[in-house]
C-alpha cells in the first residue's frame, strides 16, 4: 500500500538526523584515536583549515573531534538517562491509573508538583555534595526528575485506555491486572512515550550542556557546553568555536526530538 | 410573550458574586501556596542531604585534602555538623524559616543571607524583564498567527514559533549575541561594565524569547479554536473593529493557558537565567551560585539554592492566582 509505504518513509526521514549525526560522529572517532582534548598549541583558535576542518578550539584543540566525542558522550547520556526514566515512570502512570483511587490521586499530584520544578536548579544541588561530577553523577542527578513526564503521560494516557471496550472485555475474561498492563495498556502507549523519549533525550543533551557552560562539566571536559563555553571566551577572535558549539547542541537536540516522532503516526 | 423572547438571566455582577470570586481566588491562591511549600521542602531537604548524606566529608571539600584533622574538626563545629542529623535538620529548618544560613566561609564577617540578597535584585529585574517580554511576544504573535493582519503570511509565524521553540536557549542566547553585539555593534557586547539598561533589556528579553515562543504556540492554537465561534461574529456584526475583536473579546478567553505555560516554564526560566547570567558575566544568584558551588561556599550554595527555590515558588504562586482570578473554572 502507498499509504504506509508512505509512512516509512516518513520514519527514516525522522529518524535520518539523529543516525548520521551519531554515525558520523562514532566514525570520526574511530578514524582518530587520540584523546579528543589532545593540544597542538601552534594551531589556538586557528579558523577551518584542511587539517582542522571546523578548525581549533583553546590550546589548538581539534573542534571536530571534540564536538564528535561530545556528541556520542552526550547522547548515549541522554539515552540512558531518557530509557531509565522511561522505565520508571511508565509503569508507575500506567499502574496507578488501573489501581485508581487514593494510588491514582497521589501518583498525580506528585507528578503535577514535580512537573514544573526548576530541574536544572535540582541538578547543581544534588551535584553541590560532589567536588568534580563524573557522568555518571550527571546520570544521576537528571534520573531524578526524568521519570517525571513519562508517569504524567501514561497516567492521562491509561485514563482513556481503561474505559475501553477491549480492556473491559479481557477483564471479563479474567485477565490479572499485571496481563491487562503488559498486554494490552503499554502496547498503546508506546508511540506516546516515543515521542517523549525523544524530548526527554534532547532536554538532557542541553541540561548537560548548559551545566558545562556555567561550568558544571563532568570531570573529562568533553562536552558541547564547553565548547560554547570556549566560543564565548573567544567570541572577537575566533567566532567559529562559538558557532560551532551552537550548532552543535542545535543539531542534537532537535534530531532526538525528531527521532522520538518517528513512532508517531 | 413567547419564551425566546424573554432575555435570559445573566451573571449580574453583585456584591455577593464579588465576595465568592474573590474567596475562589483565595482558595486557589491557598492551593498554590501549599504545593509551592512543598516544592520549597523538598529543594531544601535536597540541599541539606546531598551536603552530609552523601559520601565524602564537607568539611573536607571546603578545605581540601591536605587540610589537617583538626582544622576540619574546627570547621565541622562552625557549620553545625557534629550534631546528630535530626538536629542539623531541625536546626537547618529553622535557618529556613528566618533566613539564616550562618556566615560564609568565604567572606567571614558576611552572613550568606545577606550575600545572597544583594543577588537576589539583578536575578528578578532579569526574570521580571524575561516574563514580561515573554509575555508580549507570545500573546502578539498569537495575535498575529490567527487576526487578519497578515494575511496568508500568517502561517509564518507557526512556523517561526517552532523553530524558536525547538532551539535551546542555550544554542540561541550566544548565537544572537554574536550576531547583535559583535558582528553589528547594535548592544553592548556581554560583561561590558557600561552595558547598562540596554544590557539589561537584551538579556531579559533573550531569556524571555523560548517562553514567549511557548506561549505564542498554545496561544495560537486556543485562539484558532474560538476563532470562528458565534461571540466573535456577532461582534464583528456589531461592528467591532478586527484590533477590538481579538484583543477585547477573544484574548481574555485564551488567557487562562496562556497564564498556565507562562507557569509550567518557570523552572525553565530559572535554569536559563543561570544559563545567561554566566554568558553576560552579570551578577546575580546563578552567579553566586556557581562561585559558591567552586569555592565549597557550603552556606552561601545552601542559601542561594533556597533563595531561588523561593524565587520560583513566589512567582509560581503569582501566575497560580492569576490563572484564579481570569478563569473562573480553576477556582470552583
Not at chain 2, 221 to 239: H, N
Not at chain 2, 313 to 328: C, E, N, S, W, Y
Request: net charge positive; charged share 15%; hydrophobic share 55%.
Amino acid at each position: 500500500m502507498s499509504g504506509s509505504k508512505h509512512a516509512t518513509r516518513t520514519r527514516i526521514l525522522r529518524l535520518a538526523p539523529l543516525v548520521l549525526l551519531v554515525g558520523v560522529s562514532f566514525v570520526l572517532t574511530l578514524a582518530s584515536p587520540q584523546h579528543p582534548e589532545t593540544l597542538d598549541p601552534s594551531a589556538a583558535w586557528a579558523p577551518p583549515s584542511a587539517a582542522h576542518w571546523l578548525g581549533a578550539g583553546e590550546g589548538g584543540s581539534d573542534l571536530m573531534l571534540v564536538v564528535a566525542h561530545a556528541t556520542l558522550r552526550g547522547s548515549l547520556l541522554a539515552l540512558c538517562v531518557s530509557l531509565f526514566g522511561a522505565a520508571v515512570g511508565v509503569p508507575l502512570g500506567a499502574l496507578a491509573a488501573m489501581m485508581r483511587g487514593r494510588v491514582e490521586a497521589w501518583v498525580s499530584r506528585t507528578c503535577d508538583l514535580l512537573q514544573a520544578f526548576p530541574s536544572f536548579l535540582f541538578a547543581i544541588t544534588v551535584l553541590a555534595a560532589v567536588r568534580s561530577p563524573t557522568r555518571l553523577h550527571l546520570g544521576i542527578a537528571f534520573a531524578l526528575t526524568a521519570w517525571v513526564p513519562f508517569a504524567r503521560l501514561a497516567l492521562a494516557e491509561t485514563r482513556v485506555l481503561r474505559s475501553q471496550s477491549f480492556i473491559e472485555a479481557s477483564r471479563a475474561l479474567g485477565a490479572t491486572q499485571a496481563r491487562l498492563l503488559g498486554r494490552h495498556v503499554l502496547p498503546n502507549l508506546m508511540s506516546t512515550i516515543a515521542v517523549q523519549l525523544g524530548a526527554t533525550a534532547a532536554a538532557i543533551v542541553v541540561g548537560e550542556a548548559a551545566l558545562a557552560f556555567v561550568g558544571l562539566a563532568s570531570s573529562d571536559r568533553v562536552s558541547l557546553g564547553c565548547i560554547l563555553d570556549q566560543g564565548v571566551a573567544s567570541m572577537l577572535r575566533a567566532p567559529t568555536v562559538l558557532l560551532v558549539g551552537a550548532l552543535s547542541v542545535f543539531a542534537l537536540s532537535s534530531s532526538m526530538m525528531l527521532a522520538g516522532r518517528a513512532a508517531d503516526r | 410573550m413567547p419564551a425566546w423572547t424573554q432575555v435570559p438571566p445573566t451573571a449580574a455582577r453583585t456584591p455577593r458574586t464579588d465576595v465568592k470570586r474573590a474567596r475562589g481566588v483565595a482558595i486557589a491562591f491557598g492551593h498554590s501556596v501549599l504545593s509551592c511549600t512543598a516544592v520549597m521542602l523538598i529543594l531544601a531537604t535536597a540541599v541539606f542531604l546531598a551536603l552530609r548524606l552523601l559520601p565524602g566529608d564537607p568539611a573536607a571539600l571546603v578545605l581540601g585534602d591536605e587540610s589537617s584533622a583538626q582544622d576540619r574538626a574546627v570547621l565541622r563545629a562552625k557549620l553545625g555538623l557534629d550534631a546528630s542529623l535530626p538536629v542539623q535538620y531541625a536546626h537547618f529548618l529553622r535557618g529556613l524559616l528566618t533566613f539564616d544560613f550562618g556566615e560564609s566561609i568565604r567572606k567571614p564577617g558576611i552572613m550568606a543571607g545577606s550575600r545572597v540578597a544583594s543577588a537576589l535584585l539583578p536575578t528578578t529585574e532579569l526574570a521580571v524583564i524575561g516574563v514580561a517580554f515573554g509575555a508580549v511576544f507570545g500573546i502578539t504573535a498569537a495575535l498575529l498567527a490567527n487576526g487578519p493582519w497578515l494575511g496568508e503570511k500568517k502561517h509564518w509565524v507557526n512556523r517561526v514559533l517552532v523553530m524558536v521553540a525547538a532551539t535551546p536557549l542555550l544554542a540561541l542566547a550566544p548565537t544572537l549575541t554574536f550576531a547583535l553585539a559583535v558582528r553589528t555593534h547594535l548592544l553592548p557586547l556581554p560583561g561590558d561594565p557600561d552595558a547598562g539598561l540596554s544590557g539589561l533589556l537584551f538579556a531579559g528579553s533573550l531569556l524571555g524569547l523560548p517562553l514567549g515562543a511557548h506561549a505564542g504556540r498554545i496561544g495560537a492554537a486556543a485562539l484558532s479554536d474560538i476563532a470562528d465561534k458565534p461571540f466573535l461574529r456577532v461582534a464583528r456584526a456589531k461592528g467591532a473593529s478586527n484590533l477590538s475583536v481579538w484583543l477585547r473579546h477573544a484574548l481574555p478567553c485564551v488567557m487562562g493557558p496562556l497564564v498556565t505555560v507562562l507557569g509550567t516554564q518557570l523552572g525553565a526560566l530559572l535554569g536559563g537565567a543561570v544559563v545567561i547570567e554566566r554568558l553576560f558575566e552579570r551578577k546575580g544568584l546563578g552567579t553566586l551560585m556557581i562561585e559558591a558551588y567552586f569555592t565549597r561556599d557550603l552556606p552561601v550554595l545552601e542559601a542561594s539554592i533556597c533563595a531561588s527555590g523561593l524565587l520560583f515558588v513566589v512567582t509560581q504562586a503569582i501566575a497560580g492566582a492569576l490563572h484564579a482570578a481570569v478563569d473562573p473554572r480553576v477556582r470552583a
